[in-house]
């Protein structure tokens, strides 16, 4: 069974009449009319998608999935395009400009097989960390396209898998791009912008036309709004204050700009915990910074007031284990959930642990919980080498962003942001999209 297939029929029909509408507007969106092919915004997709089929948006700027949908136990992570005209093309499907200079090091004759490689490797680390990040496992995962034609809408889903490594064939050059096949999928690298791009087909046999349905497009959009706007808007409930409240953490040190040699998310290169010992902290202990300017900007975040939490602590003289703290749990974006809490002079640290809950295999949480999520299995540290400022940016990001409902204080989700997130929220700017 297709995914379009494990929503309901009522879904599908309301995802369906939401385009529909979308593309009946599309003169609101055109200098001159006249062009009959409907206009799709990819916003607009990935926002409808995810609240028809009560999908999560877990698109953070040049990810490879734009949308999580929960099955029981499956995770599928969805990719959304749009584009126009239905006949076979290619499309962009991931940005590598970052990694422009390791693949230049591969051009040149004699080494297609060798560039093909090392491209469809960097595509695959990339896809595999988006599995770690969201739960996903790698053979479920989808494209869900929408082609337009004039005065329609065909929508398709195809397969979305890894590169096969061990089967890159049909290598091909040209002045600005480099070809090749593994197979199952045909992609091609553009020289100038640095793209992956991939050939969509719905011939082939991993790809289902799912439905194709007429847009009729409104002459004058303009003043069929404002008809239906002073119509109807009594109807409507006007959204006044949100229900969730959202910031966002750096994951380097505010004050210096870099990742601390042994503190944050370096915190594991500190010296030993016993005086006079060898034995090394765990690669995945780490702990978020949390810069006091944040506190002094959000101090109802964490806790109601964390200076006045602040004065409690350092009041208290009872039993060390008997010290409140400002616990709560983080929400990771794979589905699990784990204890953490503010901890530090200052409040001045993210992190995880607990002396009491236990994960699936019986451990009890501790600080490697989050490292582990965060900078090994996501960002994919493997080894003891220092993060800095710059490797995180090469992964695409350098913030995490941090949400909880309005009155909830007990859950916090937690995921990444954007290059540049922490500096934007703080400045009171628009948060990058990371497009690269």
Do not use: C
Request: aromatic share 14%.
């Amino acid at each position: 069974m297709s995914i379009w297939g494990k929503y309901s029929t009522e879904q599908r029909e309301e995802y369906i009449k939401f385009l529909q509408v979308y593309g009946a507007l599309s003169n609101l969106f055109r200098q001159k009319h006249g062009n009959l092919i409907p206009y799709l915004d990819s916003k607009f997709q990935e926002t409808i998608y995810a609240r028809v089929f009560k999908g999560e948006n877990v698109d953070i700027g040049n990810t490879p999935h734009d949308v999580l949908s929960v099955f029981g136990d499956d995770r599928i992570g969805i990719g959304l395009k749009t584009w126009m005209n239905s006949k076979p093309s290619y499309q962009k499907v991931m940005q590598l400009k970052r990694y422009k200079d390791e693949i230049n090091k591969f051009l040149g004759k004699g080494k297609e097989a060798d560039l093909a490689y090392k491209i469809s490797e960097i595509k695959n680390e990339r896809m595999k960390s988006d599995y770690e990040r969201l739960g996903l496992s790698e053979e479920k995962n989808i494209y869900h396209y929408i082609t337009r034609d004039e005065g329609r809408f065909v929508l398709q889903e195809s397969a979305y898998p890894l590169v096969d490594l061990n089967n890159l064939k049909d290598f091909n050059f040209t002045q600005t791009a480099f070809s090749w096949s593994d197979g199952l999928k045909n992609y091609k690298y553009t020289f100038g912008d640095s793209q992956i791009w991939q050939h969509f087909d719905s011939r082939k046999k991993d790809t289902l036309i799912l439905n194709e349905f007429d847009v009729d497009i409104i002459d004058d959009p303009f003043d069929f709004l404002m008809k239906a706007y002073f119509e109807f808007m009594d109807k409507f409930k006007i959204e006044k204050e949100p229900d969730i409240v959202e910031v966002y953490l750096p994951l380097y040190s505010y004050r210096d700009k870099q990742v601390g040699l042994k503190s944050g998310l370096n915190a594991w290169n500190a010296s030993p915990k016993n005086k006079g010992s060898s034995t090394l902290r765990p690669l995945n202990e780490v702990y978020i910074p949390i810069p006091r300017e944040f506190h002094n900007k959000y101090p109802d975040f964490f806790t109601k007031n964390i200076f006045e939490f602040e004065k409690q602590q350092k009041a208290f003289s009872g039993d060390k284990k008997d010290k409140p703290q400002v616990r709560f749990h983080l929400q990771l974006p794979n589905g699990k959930k784990i204890p953490a809490l503010v901890t530090q002079s200052n409040m001045k640290g993210l992190q995880s642990g607990s002396n009491t809950e236990r994960d699936e295999n019986g451990k009890r949480y501790g600080q490697s919980a989050l490292g582990q999520w965060l900078l090994v299995d996501v960002l994919g540290l493997k080894e003891r080498k220092l993060v800095t400022r710059e490797w995180l940016q090469k992964k695409g990001t350098d913030s995490v962003r941090l949400w909880r409902d309005k009155d909830d204080y007990s859950i916090i989700h937690i995921d990444f942001a954007p290059i540049g997130s922490f500096e934007a929220f703080m400045s009171g700017e628009e948060i990058p999209e990371n497009d690269e």
